[in-house]
């Protein structure tokens, strides 16, 4: 067998939702901050996000980290972010499950009973508190990046909806947020392709007309994410659907998303700090948040969340590419429409 390239990861899932933890392979990136890093890949090496996101190796659902050298010297670990969406500057579910890869692999020194990890990532330091039993990770709690609530009560014209109302907030990544009643629609699986509908027209139109940009950067940037609000299981339950790229359903709460949830309450006089925030998923799962303090950043109140949730190891796994393979970006159905067209003008070896 020959490989044109050779990527060593470790699969988990974080509250369901996958998160390739890439640890072998990555190519040198340059930068002297993680977000230039971030940029200069994307720039010139999204055939691998592509090759590792997308089919046969991944999927629409798919998320993954990479293990990198970080730049900050406070920080034990860089990790940059990946999705068949993108590039991400940060991502909670990914981190959850790239500490816990860390530690149960036996690449970060495990001390029990609490180990303590700082991520140097695109968005900023992001530091995870590992509850640790018998060398196996029971929980991680993440500090992550002051967020906020960018824009509130915008309003745009929806076909079939009329006058949509929408908030806009930051929590890592920036995302635009709607109940999903509004539409008729219930955070269920049933609904999720009806959401991706909406969402998709949601944020096409939310982009047309406002831009957003965090504080500490120059250039704005379009909204990524969407996130569908509704009713949890049982009371004190918060629900909510994230849709990512063109066609991904976070099948997690969403770490970020849930930071800028928190965010988006405490804002409008809905959430205390040091409250409790229960956030379940499109499939039932959790993460537990908490707004810990207020800061002022570049002029802008923000507030500090913290994510607490589990991710559980699946699979150590080594991706290849054969030269001879038709789908050298990989390929996706209603999604990945950037992969590299498939050649078969070689038909040697095929059946």
Not at 57 to 72: F, N, Y
Not at 211 to 236: K, M, Y
Not at 252 to 260: E, L, Q, R, V
Not at 317 to 326: E, T
């Amino acid at each position: 067998m020959y490989s044109r390239h050779h990527y060593s990861v470790i699969d988990m899932h974080s509250a369901g939702a996958q998160a390739r933890v890439v640890i072998g392979g990555i190519p040198q990136a340059k930068g002297s901050t993680m977000n230039q890093r971030r940029q200069y890949l994307a720039a010139n090496f999204d055939y691998v996000r592509k090759l590792l996101m997308y089919e046969p190796r991944g999927g629409a659902q798919m998320s993954g980290s990479l293990i990198v050298e970080p730049c900050d010297p406070r920080a034990d670990v860089g990790i940059l972010f990946i999705e068949s969406g993108g590039w991400l500057t940060m991502c909670g579910a990914g981190t959850i499950g790239a500490a816990t890869a860390l530690v149960e692999s036996g690449m970060f020194p495990a001390i029990e009973p609490q180990t303590s990890i700082v991520f140097d990532t695109p968005a900023g330091l992001v530091t995870a508190c590992i509850e640790v039993r018998d060398g196996c990770v029971q929980s991680v709690s993440l500090e992550n990046v002051p967020s906020w609530l960018a824009v509130k009560d915008h309003h745009i014209e929806l076909a079939q909806y009329g006058d949509v109302e929408v908030d806009i907030a930051y929590g890592g990544n920036f995302y635009l947020i709607a109940p999903a009643e509004r539409f008729g629609l219930d955070i269920t699986p049933a609904c999720a392709e009806a959401l991706i509908a909406v969402g998709r027209a949601l944020r096409e139109k939310t982009n047309a007309t406002i831009s957003v940009r965090h504080p500490l950067e120059e250039v704005t940037a379009p909204i990524p994410n969407v996130i569908f609000t509704g009713r949890g299981s049982q009371p004190g339950v918060y629900r909510n659907m994230v849709l990512f790229g063109e066609a991904g359903v976070d099948r997690s709460p969403g770490g970020t998303g849930t930071s800028a949830r928190m965010a988006q309450r405490y804002a409008r006089g809905e959430l205390a700090l040091n409250t409790p925030f229960m956030h379940e998923s499109i499939i039932g799962s959790r993460f537990e948040g908490r707004l810990i303090g207020v800061q002022t950043v570049a002029g802008q109140e923000m507030v500090t969340p913290v994510i607490k949730g589990r991710a559980f190891i699946t699979a150590l796994r080594n991706f290849y590419l054969d030269p001879q393979d038709p789908f050298q970006e990989g390929f996706g159905v209603g999604y990945a429409a950037d992969a590299r067209r498939p050649d078969f003008s070689s038909r040697e070896g095929q059946a």
